[in-house]
């Protein structure tokens, strides 16, 4: 990506905000327009010449707009002056959800194919088209990137066509870096599935995140003896020689674990209060996950040899 002056003074802004703003939306509408102009969806939604039906000319706007419709419901497409050159500032008030504007953006990346001027068609003076589908979606990824980076959104078009979140530069890493080998594959396979889910750009689908890694936590309590309170007193005395810490130690499990059982994340009933806030699901997911790690760090020193 081309730097611009406060790249060069202040660094590259960080990736952390996870809601499209209106004017984010506002070039996303704008890159389609122009897309759709030079024939980028010719391939898919083909607009053929009169003389020469089997040649493609350009892209069907309508057969695109249909299929939007139909493939992202909940969706207002077109929005309101999308086929003029002058955005209306009502739609900074009609900003659909991030998670709508995603789903556009991987239907996008799916259709999108750099047109190839061919043969010119002299009495219509148009060209007849070939495509680049790879390409195409190469430049469409590297345009959409820039957008994110430039505007600190916390998203990737990965080269599979599908967005992924950019987690914290400082809390990530761990997460993404770890390898769980802790011998027992239900418990790897638990912190994997949650780690993957946590990843998501889908709000629903990290709240799924907490729910496996809690059940990884209670599985890990269970470790080091049957009796769980007992094992888990075994593993905390692990973790640390100090009293004031162990101690520390000890109430954090105490309370992670009270949150597990009074919130809408291993069970289902109905005084169970739901974590809705995507800060809140960031927040207890770094917790417990920092916690999981300290333990499987010693794990050495407790587990039940099999």
Same mark, same amino acid.
């Given at each position: 990506?081309? @730097?611009?002056?406060?790249?060069?003074?202040?660094?590259?802004?960080?990736?952390?905000?996870?809601?499209? +703003?209106?004017?984010?939306?506002?070039?996303?509408?704008?890159?389609?327009?122009?897309?759709?102009?030079?024939?980028? &969806?010719?391939?898919?939604?083909?607009?053929?010449?009169?003389?020469?039906?089997?040649?493609?000319?350009?892209?069907?706007?309508?057969? $695109?707009?249909?299929?939007?419709?139909?493939?992202?419901?909940?969706?207002?497409?077109?929005?309101?002056?999308?086929?003029?050159? +002058?955005?209306?500032?009502?739609?900074?008030? @009609?900003?659909?959800?991030?998670? !709508?504007?995603?789903? !556009?953006? #991987?239907?996008?990346?799916?259709?999108?194919?750099?047109?190839?001027?061919?043969?010119?068609?002299?009495?219509?003076?148009?060209?007849?088209?070939?495509?680049?589908?790879?390409?195409?979606?190469?430049?469409?990824?590297?345009?959409?990137?820039?957008?994110?980076?430039?505007?600190?959104?916390?998203?990737?078009? #990965?080269? +599979?066509?599908?967005?992924?979140?950019?987690?914290?530069?400082?809390?990530?890493?761990?997460?993404?870096?770890?390898?769980?080998?802790?011998?027992?594959?239900? !418990?790897?396979?638990?912190?994997?599935?949650?780690?993957?889910?946590?990843?998501?750009?889908?709000?629903?689908?990290?709240?799924?995140?907490?729910?496996?890694?809690?059940?990884?936590?209670?599985?890990?309590?269970?470790?080091?003896?049957?009796?769980?309170?007992?094992?888990?007193?075994?593993?905390?005395?692990?973790?640390?020689? @100090?009293?004031?810490?162990?101690?520390?130690?000890?109430?954090?499990?105490? @309370?992670? +674990?009270?949150?597990?059982?009074?919130?809408?994340?291993?069970?289902?009933?109905?005084?169970?209060?739901?974590?809705?806030?995507?800060?809140?699901?960031?927040?207890? &997911?770094?917790?417990? $996950?920092?916690?999981? !790690?300290?333990?499987?760090?010693?794990?050495?020193?407790?587990?039940?040899?099999?």
């Amino acid at each position: 990506m081309d @730097e611009y002056f406060s790249d060069r003074e202040n660094g590259p802004r960080a990736q952390t905000e996870q809601t499209i +703003t209106p004017s984010t939306w506002k070039w996303i509408i704008d890159y389609t327009n122009r897309l759709m102009k030079n024939g980028a &969806f010719g391939m898919e939604f083909p607009d053929y010449c009169e003389e020469f039906p089997q040649q493609i000319i350009g892209s069907n706007d309508n057969s $695109f707009n249909i299929a939007v419709k139909a493939e992202i419901p909940g969706l207002t497409w077109p929005p309101k002056d999308i086929e003029t050159n +002058t955005l209306s500032s009502d739609i900074e008030h @009609e900003i659909p959800n991030t998670t !709508l504007i995603l789903d !556009l953006i #991987e239907f996008i990346h799916k259709k999108v194919a750099k047109p190839i001027p061919n043969s010119y068609h002299e009495f219509y003076r148009h060209h007849h088209l070939a495509f680049d589908k790879k390409e195409g979606q190469a430049d469409f990824r590297k345009q959409i990137n820039e957008i994110f980076q430039r505007n600190g959104l916390a998203y990737s078009l #990965e080269n +599979t066509g599908k967005i992924t979140r950019i987690l914290d530069p400082i809390l990530g890493p761990p997460v993404t870096n770890t390898s769980f080998n802790s011998g027992d594959k239900y !418990l790897d396979n638990l912190l994997e599935t949650s780690r993957t889910k946590f990843s998501s750009r889908d709000l629903s689908v990290r709240r799924e995140a907490l729910e496996s890694l809690w059940d990884a936590w209670e599985r890990i309590k269970s470790m080091a003896g049957h009796d769980k309170k007992k094992s888990t007193e075994i593993i905390i005395k692990t973790l640390a020689k @100090e009293p004031e810490f162990h101690e520390r130690l000890n109430k954090e499990a105490k @309370e992670l +674990t009270e949150i597990g059982n009074k919130h809408f994340i291993r069970h289902t009933e109905v005084n169970q209060k739901p974590i809705i806030d995507k800060d809140q699901i960031d927040y207890l &997911f770094y917790r417990m $996950f920092a916690m999981i !790690l300290l333990m499987l760090s010693k794990i050495d020193k407790w587990k039940i040899k099999q």
